[in-house]
């Protein structure tokens, strides 16, 4: 909004004219997902406590969350806010990939809340049931790769970290493709989301990183540099990345051990999605299991442990996600955290370096 109210001004103020710079309104949008969550933040918790929107806690997880029951949830809410309205005052709104990336945060927050508010209301950790969940993430997916697919100048090929030459054109096998990249990260960070400030400090280094590979996608001469894929129009999706940094280290504020409010599955979802999305459109698909290895662990330890203990009777892990493996170890829960965050950070320095190893 403000990009299409103020640029055109340029011509007679030239100070206007840093708006066209996608790096002048990446910082802006950051930081104004940080103000906004500063803002309202406080607020929100406030409502939420006052309305007893409070976590509901599994008898069956450790002792030590019964403590965390009744804490307010839903602070997602927050983090959606703090990215959408940045993204619509500082981003290209006649950019297609925007939207579409709003499609599907938006999206996905909205399969999260109604999850969080039907455990809210009827006091079941479940919410809504997983058959339910994943029709709806996979319809929300599926639009969004179609409209990707049909997109003129948008390409159904894959590439490869490490692998410069590699790239096969999946053709409409790529819209299963996406699918399957998009709710596999939004139901990733999901099951990451069980420590105070556990999903959010992966996210928000994520996010940072795809800010990065955004901006080199939408550069032709940065690209072919690199020799990486091009996507015309895609550096507007550092803008979004932007506003999800800022957001997250709002929201780490009130989230961060103890927390003052969960993000739940408004936001956790919402935040895979669109982190999800952003790979897809950048062609950085499989470096994303790089980048959100931290998710990626967490995921596959629970396949691991219902398919053991399906097949063989036998538990992998003492408690899965892994997170809570580690906590019957008796690790305590902000080294956890913070281990995993330092995790977090050299995958990210990893997945960088695949753009010049290759």
Known sequence: ??????????????????????????????????????????????????????QTIRKVGPESHFKKEGTPTMGGTLILLAIVLPVLLWADLTNFYVWVTLFVTIGFGAVGFIDDFRKVKLKNSDGLSARAKMFWLILIAGSAAVMLYIYPSFETTLSFPF??????????????????????????????????GLAIGPMIIASGTYLLFAYLAGNAKLSEYLQISSVQGAGELAIICGAMVGAGLGFLWFNSYPAQVFMGDVGSLSLGGALGTIA???????????????????????????????????????????????????????????????????????????????
């Open 163 to 196: 692998f410069k030459g590699l790239r096969p054109d999946l053709g409409i096998f790529y819209i299963l493709f996406v699918v399957l990249v998009m709710v596999g990260a939004g139901n990733a960070v999901n099951l990451t989301d069980g420590l105070d």
């Open 280 to 358: 897809v459109i950048t062609k950085q698909e499989m470096v994303l299991v790089i980048v959100g290895g931290i998710f990626v662990v967490e995921a596959l330890s629970v396949i691991m442990q219902v398919t053991s203990f399906r097949l063989f009777g036998k538990r992998v892990f003492r408690m899965a996600p892994i997170h809570h493996h580690f906590e019957l170890k008796g690790w305590p829960e902000p080294k956890i955290i913070v281990r995993f965050w330092i995790v977090s950070i050299i995958l990210a320095l990893v997945a960088l370096s695949t753009l010049k190893l290759r």
């Open 1 to 54: 909004m403000l990009y299409h109210l103020l640029y055109p001004l340029h011509t007679e103020f030239s100070v206007f004219y840093v708006f066209r710079f996608i790096t002048f309104r990446t910082i802006y949008a950051a930081i104004t997902a940080l103000v906004i969550s500063f803002i309202i933040g406080p607020w929100l918790i406030r409502t939420l406590s006052k309305l007893q929107i409070g």
